[in-house]
């Protein structure tokens, strides 16, 4: 069966960094591409970056452009979230999935997800 593990959340100040990783297991991750979500309390789930197979291309939600970046290692069925520059806004539980590149409506079950508290 799928399963989708994050780990790496935290809590930290304003203009503070983390690295979320996701691994992933039960389908074919080198030949998938891979999505990190995230939910705000009282907000509807977003998409925030996504990656190709190969990580050849990404593409951010406009207001985490130039602050994540999102990154993959084959070998280790692992994709992961680079978040720098971190705003309170960024608050959320974070979460990854798969799926195609261009067919957003398709997830697996979603795992538990990690947690990202940013606050003065």
């Known amino acids: 069966q799928v399963q989708l593990v994050e780990s790496g959340g935290g809590s930290v100040q304003p203009g503070g960094s983390l690295r979320l990783s996701c691994t992933a297991s039960?389908?074919?991750?080198?030949?998938?591409?891979m999505k990190w979500y995230r939910q705000a309390p009282g907000k509807e789930r977003e998409l925030v970056a996504r990656i190709t197979d190969t990580g050849s291309s990404t593409n951010y939600l406009d207001s985490v452009k130039g602050r994540f970046t999102i990154s993959r290692d084959n070998a280790k069925n692992t994709v992961y979230l680079q978040l720098n520059s971190l705003k309170p806004e960024d608050t959320a539980v974070y979460y990854c999935?798969?799926?195609?590149?261009?067919?957003?409506?398709?997830?697996?079950?979603w795992g538990q997800g990690t947690q990202v508290t940013v606050s003065a």
């Open positions: 999935n798969s799926g195609p590149y261009y067919n957003l409506r398709f997830n697996y079950p």
């Open positions: 039960g389908f074919t991750f080198s030949i998938s591409a």
